[in-house]
């Protein structure tokens, strides 16, 4: 994976070069101090812009805008302070991948930067496919070359994390964990009408293909629990900065009532905008889980 650096902190394009080079996870093609000197030409070879939000010549936002209108195509991942909650909006609608927080965090850089990669990966390997595909069509007889190859549920699953801002959050693999054995269940039992409760649902995926002791999985379940809560808490956050920035946007008309009970969608979209401290706002993971699954299911 090749990746272009863009911030106006010389420490932290070396910091983000260094964890990059030491964790073997690509490259660094190039790097610049601030958006305002960043043409598509010279990200060009790069797979993933990885750039700072806030910046003195020219924001992540525009900068965004403007290499999108030179053509570069390749993943943006963008640094952010996290209180400029207004303008993680409009970056989600341009089209980023993931948010990365500030202060820099090792583990949440390699984590985002891995899952991206692998992302990237899918993606060529899936085209490569229908590229043989359409030639293997084009051969025998002139025959119509077959469709596009249907994407699996977790690939769907993972394309809707990259929607909902999510894909890069500790409980995304116990989500992609879930999907894998709904899917399942349903290959064994028929359409999962009603969910099982939350903690049932976590020790199965917890206990598929290891043993454990009750009390080292009493454990591993609680912690499933947070990193699961947090996630859906997140996700609202987002989910509300999109309608915050715009009521009008798809992903918010779409998913805000989908997801979450709407009233708490909009006592956080109150919060946001006052910049309040924490969140009263409550989710109902079950809810969401539900909803997310038939989400993917009808797509």
């Keep these: 994976m090749r990746l272009f650096l863009i911030d106006d902190d010389a420490a932290v394009r070396k910091m983000l070069e260094r964890m990059i080079a030491e964790s073997g996870l690509g490259e660094v093609v190039g790097e610049a101090e601030d958006g305002l000197y960043v043409s598509a030409r010279q990200v060009a070879d790069a797979d993933v812009v990885l750039m700072d939000l806030l910046m003195p010549g020219r924001d992540g936002i525009e900068t965004i805008k403007a290499l999108r209108r030179e053509g570069y195509g390749g993943t943006f991942v963008m640094i952010s302070q996290v209180e400029h909650k207004d303008m993680v909006g409009e970056a989600y609608q341009e089209g980023i991948d ?4 500030k202060p820099i965090n090792r ?3 390699l984590s985002v930067l891995k899952r991206v990669s692998h992302h990237i990966k899918l993606v060529r390997s899936l ?13 025998a007889g002139g025959a119509a070359p077959p469709g596009p190859a249907k994407p699996s549920l977790e690939e769907k699953a993972r394309s809707l994390m990259l929607q909902l801002g999510i894909a890069g959050e500790a409980g995304a693999a ?3 964990n879930l999907v894998r054995w709904l899917e399942e269940e349903e290959g064994r039992s028929g359409p999962v009408q009603e ?3 939350l903690k049932e649902m976590y020790g ?6 290891k043993e454990s002791d009750p009390e080292q999985r009493e454990r591993e379940i609680r912690a499933m629990e947070q990193r699961m809560r947090r996630m859906v808490l997140q996700t609202l956050t987002n989910v509300s900065s999109l309608g915050l920035n715009d009521f009008g946007n798809p992903v918010f008309e779409h998913f805000a009532s989908r997801l979450f009970d ?3 969608v909009r006592l956080r979209m109150r919060e946001l905008e006052q910049e309040a401290e924490g969140t009263n706002a409550k989710v109902n993971v079950k809810k969401f889980l539900q909803a997310f699954f038939s989400e993917l299911k009808q797509n």
Excluded: C
Excluded at 204 to 209: D, E, P, S
């Design 98 to 101: 993931t948010f990365i927080r």
């Design 107 to 109: 583990f949440e850089v």
């Design 127 to 139: 085209d490569t496919i229908r590229h043989s595909l359409s030639a293997l069509g084009g051969e």
């Design 174 to 176: 116990d989500l992609l």
């Design 195 to 197: 969910l099982p409760a």
């Design 204 to 209: 199965y995926v917890l206990r598929k293909g």
């Design 262 to 264: 709407f009233q708490e």
